[in-house]
């Protein structure tokens, strides 16, 4: 008869700590971290798409499945879930980052009307756009270059290593297409005009590490007396 006790105490105690800890470990909390400078989305949309059901045992949440349901809904590719964090015993924080839209590229198309992209450092952003429609964005003009069906081109990468280099110099992500007014592939170099002092870039199409020559570059640049920076021409 004791063991048959002690058998059914235990019992209760095992269904108490399975109740007990399931309250402790149920969603009450969601939060929304934008990692970068987000203007696509607004934090109460991305909680409302996330849809986590607040009686959730915070170990069954499906993050792909969150993380679909929010970048789907947006155009563009132009949100992305950075990450999704379980903050124990209750909170779930979802970090959200925007490809922010640096270089407008003229596409090939059969319209009469001219289309650009106005995609981000990595090409993920790949809807087309009238003149009309970005008026009134800073963007990085591409010209000497015209997309046609694929990024995958010699002149896709250098760009991608240009963005990477000033970034690396420390120029933040958001700030290049105020630094950087174009980008020109037409003649045997490349040619990188800056708004700030309207100086330029020169590098050779045949260098080999192209963030090797923006770093080279740059430092002579910050290394020039700031009136002198006008008008002048960096060549490497």
Avoid: W
């Amino acid at each position: 008869m004791k063991k048959v006790i002690i058998a059914v105490a235990i019992g209760l105690v095992f269904v108490a700590l399975i109740i007990t800890f399931g309250q402790v470990f149920t969603v009450r909390y969601v939060s929304v971290e934008f990692v970068n400078s987000v203007s696509s989305a607004t934090k109460q949309q991305i909680i409302n798409l996330a849809d986590i059901d607040t009686h959730t045992n915070i170990f069954v949440i499906d993050e792909t499945k969150i993380a679909s349901a929010i970048e789907n809904e947006f155009d563009d590719n132009a949100i992305r879930v950075s990450d999704i964090v379980r903050e124990f015993p209750n909170k779930v924080v979802i970090r959200i980052s925007e490809r922010l839209a640096l270089y407008k590229i003229e596409a090939e198309t059969d319209e009469n009307e001219k289309k650009y992209v106005a995609t981000d450092r990595n090409f993920q952003r790949s809807e087309l756009y009238s003149e009309k429609d970005l008026a009134g964005q800073i963007l990085t003009t591409v010209t000497g270059l015209k997309i046609i069906d694929t990024y995958r081109t010699d002149e896709c990468y250098a760009l991608r290593d240009i963005a990477n280099a000033f970034i690396s110099c420390g120029i933040a992500e958001e700030a290049l297409p105020y630094f950087m007014e174009e980008v020109d592939f037409s003649t045997e170099k490349i040619i990188i005009n800056l708004r700030p002092t309207d100086s330029t870039f020169e590098i050779s199409k045949n260098v080999d590490d192209i963030q090797a020559a923006i770093n080279s570059l740059y430092d002579s640049y910050m290394s020039t007396d700031f009136a002198l920076r006008y008008n002048s021409v960096f060549s490497y």
